[in-house]
Structures are given as structure tokens and as C-alpha cells.
Nanobody
Framework: EVQLVESGGGLVPAGGSLRLSCAASEFTFDGYAIGWFRQAPGKERERVSCTSSSGGSTYYADSVKGRFTASSDNARNTVYLQMTSLKVEDTAVYYC???????????????WGQGTQVTVSS
């Protein structure tokens, strides 16, 4: 069974940093588009970043551009989201996901992790 498991979330003061990890089992990230998403209470899910299936480009939402960096380690079959200069409004459950493409209809289905909570305190 394919599993994506996020870790690294937690409570951090505003201005701090966290690195989220997403490890895969029975699945290889290589060749898939990799997305990081977040959902705050009462809000719609937001795509934070998406790296193309070739790995050649990464899209970032305007709200995180310059602060978040997505990366991958194929040897470890793990992807990461480095988050710096965190803001209170970054508080959300963060999910990693893999699908065939970043553009619609990518991530309508695909493979999803269970999420990890990130809470940024003021």
C-alpha cells in the first residue's frame, strides 16, 4: 500500500523556521509532480508549492514565495518543505502529495499524506 507520511510539524514562534518531511513507502517520488498543500481551519485547501514531474521547476504561492523552499532527496525517497520567517497566518495542516502533473487536474486524486500540524504563535 502506498503511504506518504509527513513529519516535522509543531509549534514555532513567528519568525521561526521548520522543515517538513514527507517519506514515501511502496512508492517512488521520482517522475511524479510533488505538491505541498495546507489547510487552515475554516479555509479552503491552498497549494503552497508544486515541483514538476521532471523536477525542473517549482511553483510557489505568492504567500510563501521567498520564505519556503521545496526539495527532494531521491536516495531517501523523501521530500521536504523548508519554511522560514514563519507568520501566524502560516498556521495550518500541511500535506504532501504526488500526482502526474502540477496543472489541473493534477492533485484532484493522486497520493496524499495524512498531514502535519504547523502552528505559528505571535
Amino acid at each position: 500500500e502506498v503511504q506518504l507520511v509527513e513529519s516535522g510539524g509543531g509549534l514555532v514562534p513567528a519568525g521561526g523556521s521548520l522543515r517538513l518531511s514527507c517519506a514515501a513507502s511502496e512508492f517512488t517520488f521520482d517522475g511524479y509532480a510533488i505538491g505541498w498543500f495546507r489547510q487552515a481551519p475554516g479555509k479552503e485547501r491552498e497549494r503552497v508549492s508544486c515541483t514538476s514531474s521532471s523536477g525542473g521547476s517549482t511553483y510557489y504561492a505568492d504567500s510563501v514565495k521567498g520564505r519556503f523552499t521545496a526539495s527532494s532527496d531521491n536516495a531517501r525517497n523523501t521530500v521536504y518543505l523548508q519554511m522560514t520567517s514563519l507568520k501566524v497566518e502560516d498556521t495550518a495542516v500541511y500535506y504532501c502529495a504526488a500526482d502526474t502533473q502540477c496543472d489541473y487536474p493534477g492533485f484532484i486524486a493522486g497520493y496524499w499524506g495524512q498531514g502535519t500540524q504547523v502552528t505559528v504563535s505571535s
